[in-house]
């Protein structure tokens, strides 16, 4: 395999929905891990924060950052009535049921905040049994520079298989520490603004798909912890599968099985869709605590408009097109003049029914337009793929027909490379551009019901990237959202990739769920009132 089909290969593989690693190989690796480790803290008195650390730079994906012993943090424990901050950890308890939380650090576009997330179920028996013993001191970290020496030399040295673990699989090492990145990275389910937090901006597949895309930290902190328990959950039940037992035997710490799955969840963490956080109050009547509901931050794009404003909006061009009807008998101002009407109405349609990119493509180019199922446009240098759905697909055939009754009545021969184009005043073809398409947005957009001042055609892309991340039914993958975005990576471009038919299906359902979101009826739409116009001389 030559060296650019092999990056091909790779930036595909690390897409959403790629191969993850063999949960038996993930889990013999974590039995040789701790083997080694207990053999070298076998007498230690301190293996348990020694355990609790190296676990939680696993799950945190630290592992493969460090270079040096100083680089391990320090944990410390504080209480629930403090603030969330870098490597702290805190139980709080709800309808008496204990939970550990970690700081998960979110980007913003005000900085990065720490924000409290909940312990995989699987991992929450290790935290809950030790981290309860320690004192609520943020100041005083579970290891000191000597256990962290110590446990960077377990880190750092080389892990042999050793006999016992020689009938199964293993991953390298740096797999290994890398495997909750990995997951992350190929997780078809997890939205790209829980991706963002987890991996951070540098490692996100597609840079440019958190520009589009926005979810509160509940929902995220929903999406994190479902995801690392299903990460923790393959390798347990592979585990399980051929009795692969991870134990520890330390006389301060009885472990039979490391991953723990059968754990009873409180309250907090049963709500489908999101996870709420809570700080530690002191009740007025200074009888006792209780927990009262954290404020939450937005991740991602703050661009997508209202659906009730956007609706609006399109109720607007549909009033500016009935204005513009002609009669029976028309001048040919009058007639160019509600062309250029509908011109604007099916331009906007398209946008906001493909989420193309107003600065790329406002109109389709004839030659790029296999029937009206779909086309290809250009995208920032390279061609994709663009759906239709089937509103759209009518819509442009009656228009072109409009269009072609136009250009008799105007005796016209003009001809232009784009479907759709607007009429000046010499009856030659105008093509469409950002300005004046922005011009005509500002003019008719309902400015009164709208919480977003800076009103442009590039928002009903952000709305369009919105209305598939919320989408329930079909329920988009991240790589579907990718594909109808046009994020792509070397290799994933036209030619490099497919289309299945049960890939395209979906795409169509939701394009089609759009249009009647929207409220777009065929039955109702201003295109067809159009007939056959006797022109009248001016």
């Not at 349609?349 to 790029?368: C, D, K, N, V, Y």
């Not at 086309?375 to 390279?382: A, L």
Request: hydrophobic residues 40%.
């Amino acid at each position: 395999m030559g060296r650019l089909a092999a990056i091909k290969k790779n930036n595909r593989k690390n897409n959403s929905g790629g191969i993850a690693p063999d949960a038996l190989h993930v889990v013999n690796t974590l039995r040789i891990a701790i083997t080694h480790f207990n053999k070298l803290f076998h007498a230690s008195k301190d293996k348990e924060p020694l355990l609790i650390t190296f676990i939680y730079l696993w799950m945190t994906q630290q592992l493969d950052s460090l270079t040096a012993a100083v680089d391990i943090p320090s944990l410390s424990r504080v209480t629930g009535k403090e603030a969330c901050a870098e490597h702290r950890l805190r139980i709080i308890n709800i309808n008496r049921i204990s939970w550990v939380e970690y700081a998960q650090c979110y980007s913003t576009s005000t900085g990065s905040v720490w924000l409290w997330q909940p312990i995989p179920t699987a991992l929450h028996h290790i935290f809950y049994s030790y981290v309860k013993t320690l004192a609520t001191i943020a100041q005083k970290p579970l290891l000191n520079l000597t256990l962290k020496e110590q446990l960077w030399r377990f880190i750092n040295s080389s892990w042999k298989t050793p006999k016992l673990c020689a009938q199964f699989g293993r991953l390298r090492k740096d797999v290994f520490f890398r495997y909750f990145t990995i997951m992350t990275l190929q997780s078809p389910y997890l939205s790209t603004p829980a991706k963002s937090v987890l991996l951070g901006d540098k490692t996100l597949h597609h840079h440019s798909a958190i520009a589009y895309q926005q979810k509160n930290s509940d929902q995220i902190r929903y999406e994190i912890f479902k995801a690392h328990n299903d990460y923790l959950e393959r390798i347990v039940q592979a585990g399980s599968r051929y009795r692969i037992n991870l134990a520890l035997d330390n006389a301060h710490y009885n472990l039979s099985l490391l991953l723990d799955t059968k754990v009873t969840l409180p309250a907090y963490l049963t709500t489908a869709g999101k996870i709420i956080a809570f700080e530690r109050q002191k009740n007025p009547n200074d009888h006792g605590y209780q927990y009262v509901e954290l404020s939450t931050i937005w991740v991602g794009s703050e661009r997508a408009l209202p659906l009730d404003d956007v609706r609006t909006f399109f109720l607007a061009l549909d009033n500016n097109v009935k204005q513009h009807t002609v009669a029976k008998v028309a001048t040919k101002t009058q007639l160019k003049a509600y062309y250029n009407a509908l011109t604007y109405q099916l331009a906007f349609q398209f946008l906001i029914l493909t989420g193309a990119r107003p600065t790329h493509a406002i109109s389709l180019e004839t030659r790029r337009c296999y029937g009206t199922l779909q086309s290809t446009i250009s995208d920032k240098g390279r061609y994709r793929t663009l759906y239709l759905c089937d509103y759209l697909q009518q819509t442009i055939t009656h228009y072109l027909s409009i269009q072609q009754n136009l250009l008799t009545q105007l005796g016209s021969n003009a001809s232009s490379p784009f479907l759709w184009f607007l009429f000046d005043e010499n009856n030659q073809p105008q093509p469409l551009n950002a300005r004046c398409m922005r011009q005509f947005m500002q003019q008719h957009w309902p400015y009164q019901s709208s919480k977003i001042k800076n009103i442009v055609p590039y928002c009903l892309r952000h709305t369009f990237a919105q209305l598939a991340l919320s989408s329930t039914d079909p329920q988009l993958t991240t790589q579907h959202i990718d594909r109808l975005m046009g994020h792509s990576s070397f290799g994933e471009h036209l030619g490099s990739d497919q289309c299945f038919p049960i890939n395209k299906k979906i795409l169509l359902l939701f394009l089609n769920q759009v249009s009647k979101k929207l409220y777009f009826s065929l039955e109702h739409s201003t295109l067809f009132s159009f007939s056959h116009i006797h022109l009248l001389q001016e």
